[in-house]
């Protein structure tokens, strides 16, 4: 729910709405916070000896994406032209915020297209646990 929600406040900030802008920005910086629960979930979906490894190959994902993102901002603002005083415009702004709300809705349907398909429901523990049983195991 807090990345849904996340979107559309994203979404408003697209389109440009002119109502409650400052508390759209809090809940939407709020928001998108909780894509750190993800590390409880890899918790779950790794063996313990491969943590170290999952969290660092993760946070290494997540600043090359966030350094790629900023660039791209960056490039998509500077294609519109520079106000009277010399800030980007709003209309880059909302290129570049459409962009990343893309990147976030393509996202969403690959996670709801691999929870419909079962892509990814057994875990590398159950896998490990069933491989252990089948040999005689625990």
């Given at each position: 729910?807090g990345?849904m929600?996340?979107?559309?406040l994203?979404?408003?900030?697209?389109?440009q709405?002119?109502?409650?802008v400052v508390?759209?920005?809090?809940f939407w910086t709020?928001?998108?916070?909780?894509?750190?629960l993800?590390?409880?979930g890899m918790?779950k979906?790794?063996p313990?000896?491969l943590?170290?490894?999952?969290?660092?190959a993760f946070n290494l994902?997540?600043?090359?994406?966030t350094?790629?993102?900023?660039?791209?901002?960056?490039?998509?603002?500077d294609?519109?032209?520079?106000?009277?005083?010399?800030?980007?415009?709003?209309e880059?702004?909302?290129?570049?915020?459409?962009?990343?709300?893309?990147?976030?809705?393509?996202?969403?349907?690959?996670y709801?297209?691999?929870?419909?398909?079962?892509?990814?429901?057994?875990?590398?523990?159950?896998?490990?646990?069933?491989a252990?049983i089948?040999?005689?195991g625990?």
């Open positions: 729910a990345l929600s996340s979107m559309v994203l979404g408003f900030l697209v389109i709405v002119k109502f409650a508390p759209i920005w809090m709020m928001s998108i916070g909780v894509t750190t993800i590390f409880a918790a979906a790794f313990p000896e943590m170290g490894r999952v969290y660092t994902l997540g600043f090359l994406c350094a790629v993102a900023q660039w791209l901002i960056g490039r998509i603002l294609l519109y032209p520079r106000t009277a005083d010399g800030a980007a415009s709003p880059g702004y909302q290129a570049a915020f459409a962009m990343l709300l893309g990147v976030e809705v393509v996202g969403m349907l690959w709801f297209w691999a929870k419909k398909s079962g892509f990814g429901k057994e875990t590398m523990v159950d896998k490990a646990e069933a252990a089948a040999e005689g625990p």
